[in-house]
């Protein structure tokens, strides 16, 4: 059993609903795991609607297929209603919803590694900087999506957290994370990021300020 989206002129992608477990879909002339008993089609038709299986909305995105599981029908289908107006709305600019769960730190090494210009003592500085605990623990277990939200995090951790670091050490920090969300949005994994970083003046001690400037003997 399937249920499909509504279809438009020149869509992009096509959403169904379906249970894997209906046998109505199963093969066994012409599918392997249904010839040898290992597929999933293990539900007569009329069990669908209420044996405890999930869910499917396959959708396609470009020609490539993805799939999302969902234990209730009503949030599937919420899903698939979703993405026919993300496609109506954003048109051949539609994003596929599963692409920014990705983590968000080895797209900035990416970045880093992609920087054409950049020589590799400059890379090398950039991981250096980037690889600073306070911006690793922060980052760590963060995807894409949530980093393309995390305006204020970003700020306080290169104004308040870091603060006492250089401008060129938090500008590189800076330019790293603003421009993998950049270039994620340019590579269609997010639509857009409300990321704007503003480096405040450089904070130290007077200790620290002593130190810097302490005449060369």
């Known amino acids: 059993m399937a ?16 249970k894997k477990c209906d046998r109505a879909g199963h ?16 539900c007569e038709p009329a ?4 044996c405890p299986h999930k869910w499917t909305v ?41 692409a920014g769960n990705r983590p968000f730190l080895p797209e900035c090494i990416k970045f880093i590694n992609g920087l054409a210009k950049a020589k590799p003592a400059s890379k090398a500085t950039y991981k250096g900087n980037f690889g600073n605990r306070a ?6 277990g963060v995807s894409v999506i949530q980093a393309a939200r995390m305006h204020d995090d970003f700020n306080t ?13 938090r500008g590189n920090i800076k330019r790293i994370i ?12 997010i ?14 001690t007077a200790e620290q300020y002593e130190k810097e400037n302490r005449p060369l003997t």
Do not use: W
């Not at 069990?47 to 209420?50: D, F, G, K, P």
């Not at 993998?180 to 994994?189: A, F, H, P």
């Open 58 to 98: 396959r959708y396609s995105v470009n020609s490539r297929q993805r799939e999302k599981p969902f234990a209730a029908f009503t949030d599937a289908e919420t899903f698939q209603l979703n993405l026919s107006a993300d496609k109506k709305a954003q048109g051949t600019l539609f994003v596929d919803p599963e």
């Open 178 to 189: 603003t421009g993998t969300l950049d270039e994620m949005v340019r590579q269609g994994v």
């Open 3 to 18: 249920k499909a989206t509504a279809t438009a002129p020149n869509s992009l992608i096509q959403a169904v609903i379906v």
């Open 191 to 204: 639509p857009r990021h409300t990321v704007s970083i503003e480096l405040g003046a450089r904070v130290i």
């Open 135 to 140: 911006v690793t623990k922060l980052l760590e």
């Open 27 to 42: 093969r066994p002339d012409s599918n392997k795991q249904c010839a040898n008993g290992t597929c999933q089609h293990t």
């Open 47 to 50: 069990q669908v609607e209420t």
């Open 157 to 169: 951790l290169l104004n308040v957290t870091l603060a006492h670091y250089h401008d060129d050490y």
